[in-house]
């Protein structure tokens, strides 16, 4: 068995787990919940802190990202979604609009002496926002689609995924014009789309 | 703007993929969510590219929450505290939570806290192993080196981490299984060693992590860690 099969088995089956422990939740289940929280708030956590980069407020998009979960786990539906990205996506775009709506200065990795170095190799926290995207292409489809992409498109698709980054601060930081980032955005999405899909990585 | 018209397909799936990656400017986000709560071609190109997009989320570091945010889901949502209890296992029994944390805070914690050793190598030109203990919050806050062949780990404090009154920091190798092994109480000061019995190469082989807890002076009574990990961190090994 490859690395890439183990990998895959392994998610299918933490995967399958938690769509029984939302079954379990949507008919108000609080061992389920608990177990549910207990098996992917970390996850979840990591995903939020990732992004808002400030505990405080990934506790709370955390906190408000269950309750909804309690509230929503019947509108889950497995032939749509897996569960783990069903629940990424409310904590992500619970921590978007955040980022949003306060104007968070997540721009805090472009500061500093090395002005003069090209923006993207400042490094921030540990790998780069690239290699966390190629970390996490962990099937070998993903990862190839992922490096298939031209490096500003790249660039920009990883600081947006990882930080947050909105066009407007993704052109701040890598210094270029609001136009070249936003197509560099659309055709790199664009990329990714048809190669994810063709690939039959996304159900 | 009607955006399930085939003819403007092509602008929803721009729009959704913006959307889902988060680029989309505030007024945009709001907008298409709301279109999305009753168009459901609109909210069907939307979940495609979250899925498409979060697939991309995995290799993001699980970090554990504080108990906090548990106990105030359970509260708000008036849930029943034993019912709905996370604690079946002792924490420090929970090793997925040692590994998944040091792994966390080694990533968010190695630029800052290698960038403060290299200005200042505690000891010599060469330190081939190297250990960024960090908190939940990802700070660095002591970092630990040692060259092979070394009978003691040099600490270095690199925050304003104190043990509190009539307590100790007390460090901890993780194992990949099993329960943690005790290496010693870090001694107060900024730059410090704590002893070790045998080569650093055979104290810390098929260790991972390591691990600081807060216990009583002189160090856990039990063997095990009592009081609460506050820091800890992945081994980097160089040689």
Not at chain 1, 100 to 110: G, Y
Not at chain 2, 13 to 40: K, M, N, Y
Not at chain 2, 61 to 90: E, F, M, N, Y
Request: positive net charge; charged residues 20%.
């Amino acid at each position: 068995m490859s690395g890439d099969d183990s990998a895959r088995a392994a998610r299918a089956d933490r995967n399958a787990q938690l769509a029984a422990l939302l079954a379990r939740v949507a008919l108000g289940d609080q061992r389920a919940f608990a177990e549910l929280y207990r098996q992917a708030g970390a996850h979840l956590y990591g995903v939020a802190l990732r992004i808002v980069r400030n505990a405080p407020l990934a506790e709370e998009i955390l906190q408000e990202a269950f309750v909804s979960v309690w509230h929503h786990a019947g509108t889950y539906d497995t032939a749509k979604s897996q569960p783990i990205t069903w629940l990424a996506s409310i904590v992500r775009n619970r921590c978007l609009d955040q980022l949003r709506k306060r104007e968070i200065d997540t721009v805090t990795l472009a500061s500093g002496p090395d002005d003069d170095a090209p923006a993207w190799d400042i490094p921030s926290d540990g790998p780069t926002p690239v290699e966390l995207l190629l970390a996490g292409a962990d099937a070998r489809a993903v990862r190839d689609c992922v490096d298939s992409l031209d490096a500003g498109p790249k660039q920009a698709i990883a600081l947006a995924f990882f930080q947050g980054l909105s066009h407007g601060e993704l052109a701040a930081h890598l210094r270029e014009p609001l136009g070249t980032v936003k197509s560099w955005v659309r055709r790199g999405l664009e990329r990714l789309r048809g190669c994810l899909d063709a690939a039959g990585v996304v159900r | 703007m009607n955006l399930s018209r085939s003819d403007r397909r092509a602008r929803l799936d721009r729009l959704a993929a913006e959307f889902a990656l988060g680029t989309s400017p505030p007024r945009v986000r709001r907008r298409l969510a709301a279109i999305a709560r009753r168009d459901r071609t609109v909210a069907a190109a939307l979940s495609a590219w979250e899925r498409r997009i979060a697939i991309l989320a995995e290799a993001v570091p699980a970090v554990t929450p504080p108990p906090r945010v548990w106990r105030a889901i359970v509260t708000r949502l008036g849930l029943d505290p034993q019912g709905a209890s996370t604690a079946s296992l002792g924490w420090w029994q929970r090793l997925g939570f040692w590994r998944a944390f040091a792994t966390a805070s080694f990533v968010a914690a190695v630029a800052l806290g290698l960038a403060e050793w290299r200005r200042a190598p505690p000891e010599g030109p060469a330190a081939p192993l190297v250990v960024v203990l960090a908190g939940p919050d990802a700070k660095a806050a002591l970092i630990a080196t040692a060259t092979r062949g070394d009978r003691y780990l040099t600490v270095k404090s690199v925050g304003n981490a104190v043990p509190p009154p009539d307590k100790a920091f007390e460090l901890w190798a993780l194992p990949q299984s099993g329960t943690p092994q005790a290496i010693g109480v870090i001694p107060p000061g900024g730059l410090v060693r704590v002893p070790l019995v045998n080569p650093v190469e055979e104290t810390l082989s098929n260790i991972p992590t390591l691990a600081v807890s807060v216990e009583p002076a002189g160090g856990s009574p039990t063997g095990k860690p009592t009081g609460p990990v506050l820091y800890s961190g992945a081994i980097e090994r160089m040689y």
